[in-house]
């Protein structure tokens, strides 16, 4: 079984995000890069398949930046190959764009399933998995917390829906997968593992050429909350006084 | 100018809200532009329910595989369906279906896709979509290209439409999936504690660190007479169990109280929540969103907080 990890790279909100409010435009390049932990999760559930079956993970995300650390952290995790995509690519790309060129080389792969985080929180024009299963015809399905190679070239899904309720999908390969969280919590590479890695391992790189984008004028603004809490200030014990005269007030305290 | 097309959703009890919540916006905008709306069914079980929806057209996709949720042969179907109806604007609600569908559909028949939908406005003709991002820290304003788009939408953005109409209806046979089959659905473990029961909630998010820390969370549950819930990264950390789980994913909760203690607030989060009659905010960071449709907030560290807020509820 090969399978294919897509990771990427989105702005860390911990934090404040690069806002030109005059231009309404994003400055991505003033914004520090975190993997998206959704990726995460679907580079950890490749990981547990390979544990199971013996599966061979490349994992592989398209050079919009700083992406060599997170191919690294995820070679020292265990993937076995690392790819990037190259090209006149910049901060700024699209997930159109990107799901494009990473659908144009998994099109001439033979990957069986393609794994990546279900969202992303700057998704703005579209999912990564649906998009790239579209753009190539293959099936897919996405908010899965399962996935279990079936004997032969068949995969079983877990797929959860609102309020708990799951289906568990048989398919075919190759498949797209949008991995809402792995079976189990992601494990963690050392930095001393890390800078091993990029020490001896190589990152393949892939040149493709930019894709159209198909949404045009995107302007970016903080909402503009209905409300926003009341704020309560002072030390912790005049936030408890405050707290429980709100909640006695309301009736919601306790009569002993 | 096409139709406005929207994917309806098989609940338990029907269409789904955030199906006819689609079903609302359509219709307004559909006035607006002086164009038609068409939704598109799946399976038998809501015929009656398809019906009576009040839109032009209602295409029933049905055959084989259609009762149930099929991510490959409902993409299919609906993939023909689109072909045919060539529509200007696509309305998906944000779910497990409308991610799925989405963003393969937009793919599969290289449609612009709008992710995260909050709202569309309607100007002189153009329409831009306002989409909820980076964990609703941002909203984008995206204009609808001319020759049209899909916007998937989260659900609860406009109120339900229930208006009864007497629309055209098409028949259309939808083949089985060779790719995909629908092994079987499980229901949701049941739990000893039904948080949606609940008149208090302490919810804690990955602000609670580690299961060690639970303990204070349950402490201060106990000391307030409610229970405690949380968000998704403490339950895929193992930490509770996923009955326990308020959200999107979870359960959809309307406690009297609802105690925020380290959850940030992300669309996902407060689309199980947000109704609560008094909720409060336990975040160090003020500019968390969850602040936004908190009634009171405090930045004290919710590690400190808990156990001096209990210890004051028990002593009196
Ligand atoms: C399809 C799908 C479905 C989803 N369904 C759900 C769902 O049902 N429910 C759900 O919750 N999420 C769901 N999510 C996940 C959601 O997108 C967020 O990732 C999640 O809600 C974040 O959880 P959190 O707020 O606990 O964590 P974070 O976003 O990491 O927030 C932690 C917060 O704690 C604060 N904090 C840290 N330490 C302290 C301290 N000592 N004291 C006080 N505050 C502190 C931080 O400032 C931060 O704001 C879903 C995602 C997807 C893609
Ligand atoms: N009994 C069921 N079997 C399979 N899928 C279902 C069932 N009920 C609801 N769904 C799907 O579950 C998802 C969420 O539905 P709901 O829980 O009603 O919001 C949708 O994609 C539905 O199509």
Redesign the pocket.
């Known amino acids: 079984m090969r399978l294919a990890v897509l990771l990427k790279t989105v702005p860390d909100l911990v934090e404040e995000l690069a806002l030109d409010e005059d231009a309404r435009t994003l400055l991505f390049d003033e914004m520090s890069y975190v993997p998206s932990?959704?990726d995460d999760q679907a580079l950890e559930e490749a990981l547990i398949i390979k544990e199971e079956s013996g599966a061979e993970v490349t994992v592989i995300a398209v050079d919009t930046g700083d992406v060599d650390t997170m191919l690294f952290t995820a070679l020292a995790k265990g993937a076995d190959y690392a790819v990037k995509i190259v090209g006149d690519f910049d901060a700024a790309m699209s997930n159109w764009q990107k799901a494009r060129v990473v659908a144009d080389y998994l099109g001439r792969g033979d990957f069986d399933a393609v794994l990546s985080g279900?969202?992303a929180i700057d998704d703005v024009d579209g999912q990564l998995p649906g998009l790239v299963a579209g753009f190539l015809g293959w099936p897919h399905a996405s908010?899965i917390t399962e996935v279990r190679v079936a004997g032969g070239s068949h995969l079983q899904l877990r797929q959860e829906y609102a309020g708990g309720l799951v289906a568990e999908l048989e398919t075919v390969t190759p498949i797209v997968v949008g991995v809402?969280a792995a079976r189990k919590p992601p494990r963690y590479a050392s930095v001393a593992k890390v800078r091993q890695v990029a020490k001896s391992a190589t990152i393949d790189e892939v040149e493709a050429d930019v894709a159209e984008a198909r949404l045009a004028g995107v302007e970016y603004v903080r909402p503009v909350a209905a409300g926003h809490a009341e704020m309560i200030e002072g030390d912790i014990d005049e936030v408890v006084d405050r707290i429980v005269a709100i909640l006695e007030e309301r009736n919601l305290l306790r009569r002993a | 100018m096409g139709p406005i097309l929207i994917v309806l959703e098989n609940g338990a009890a029907g269409v789904t809200e955030a199906t006819k919540e689609c079903v609302n916006k359509a219709k307004s905008l559909a006035a607006q532009l002086g164009t038609t709306t068409v939704a598109v069914g799946f399976g038998k079980q809501h015929v009656s329910d398809l019906r009576r929806l009040a839109v032009t057209k209602v295409v029933i996709a049905s055959g084989g595989t259609m009762d149930l949720y099929n991510p490959d042969a409902y993409e299919k179907v609906l993939a023909e369906i689109f072909g045919n109806v060539k529509p200007y604007l696509t309305l998906i609600a944000n779910t497990?279906m409308g991610?799925d569908l989405g963003a393969g559909l937009a793919g599969r028949t290289q449609t612009p896709l709008i992710a995260y939908g909050i709202d569309i406005e309607e100007q002189d003709g153009r329409l831009t979509a306002i989409s909820q991002v980076f964990?609703g820290k941002l909203l984008a304003r995206v204009p609808i290209p001319e020759d049209g788009a899909i916007v998937t939408v989260i659900p609860g953005s406009w109120p339900a439409d229930n208006e009864a109409g007497d629309p055209e209806i098409e028949e259309w046979t939808a083949q089985d999936s060779e790719a995909m089959r629908v092994l079987r659905v499980v229901e949701p473990e049941q739990s000893d504690i039904d948080i949606t029961k609940a008149d208090i909630l302490v919810s804690v998010?990955?602000?609670i660190?580690g299961p060690d820390n639970l303990p204070l969370a349950e402490d201060l549950a106990e000391a307030l007479g409610g229970v405690v819930s949380c968000?998704?990264?403490?339950v895929d950390a193992g930490w509770l169990p996923k009955a326990r789980?308020?959200?999107?994913?979870?359960q959809t909760v309307k406690p009297k109280l609802y105690l925020a203690?380290?959850?940030?607030?992300?669309?996902?989060?407060l689309q199980?929540m947000r109704d609560a009659d008094l909720i409060i905010a336990?975040?160090?960071?003020e500019s968390?969103s969850?602040m936004d449709i908190a009634h009171f907030g405090t930045t004290?560290?919710?590690?400190e907080l808990m156990p001096a807020l209990a210890e004051r509820l028990k002593g009196g």
């Open positions: 932990e959704w279900v969202q908010v809402q | 497990t991610l964990a998010g990955r602000g660190e968000s998704r990264p403490v789980q308020v959200g999107k994913s979870g203690c380290g959850i940030s607030g992300a669309p996902e989060h199980g336990i975040n160090t960071d968390a969850i004290a560290d919710m590690l």
